[in-house]
């Protein structure tokens, strides 16, 4: 049985653009990595130090601009 440090339950997550919506999901997180993300049904067994219910919220990677100006900074 796998041990997580964290699952995160959610209504919808989105993984990838293009990609369907995956409708009740989980991601894992162990040793500060993803190590799953999809369908909760799919997600192998084990414990998770915490869990995170988010209810039907969605979840989608992190936005981040990479575009910048070093003058600027």
Not at 9 to 37: H, M, N, S, T, Y
Not at 40 to 65: I, W
């Amino acid at each position: 049985m796998t041990e997580y440090d964290l699952i995160v339950e959610c209504g919808i997550l989105i993984r990838r653009a293009f990609e369907a919506p995956v409708q009740g999901a989980a991601i894992a997180v162990k040793d500060g990595a993803v190590v799953f993300a999809g369908n909760a049904s799919e997600l192998p067994p084990g414990k998770a130090a915490r869990t995170l219910k988010l209810g039907n919220h969605v979840v989608l990677p992190g936005l981040v601009n990479v575009h910048t100006h070093t003058i600027l900074t």
